[in-house]
């Protein structure tokens, strides 16, 4: 899994109506998107610009443990 990043909103656009339904991928508010490395050369073809910002971390692939504070006695 690689993070990569689009050039302009309309490339994050136009990258994630074309993954929705062919590929499992996963997005941040802040622009990030996650995606598996197979999947470039396919972004590629269509055109779409976008940077590989690295490898995807073990922090990225878990979901965010909450833990809430302690209730007031």
């Given at each position: 899994?690689?993070?990569?990043?689009?050039?302009?909103?309309?490339?994050?656009?136009?990258?994630?109506?074309?993954?929705?339904?062919?590929?499992?991928?996963?997005?941040?508010?802040n622009g990030d998107l996650m995606l598996h490395e197979r999947v470039l050369p396919y972004l590629a073809r269509q055109g779409i610009p976008f940077k590989v910002q690295g490898p995807a971390t073990y922090e990225r692939f878990a979901p965010a443990i909450r833990n809430?504070?302690?209730?007031?006695?």
């Amino acid at each position: 899994m690689v993070i990569v990043r689009f050039e302009d909103v309309e490339a994050e656009k136009q990258a994630l109506g074309w993954l929705a339904g062919r590929f499992s991928f996963k997005t941040w508010s802040n622009g990030d998107l996650m995606l598996h490395e197979r999947v470039l050369p396919y972004l590629a073809r269509q055109g779409i610009p976008f940077k590989v910002q690295g490898p995807a971390t073990y922090e990225r692939f878990a979901p965010a443990i909450r833990n809430p504070d302690p209730a007031v006695v």
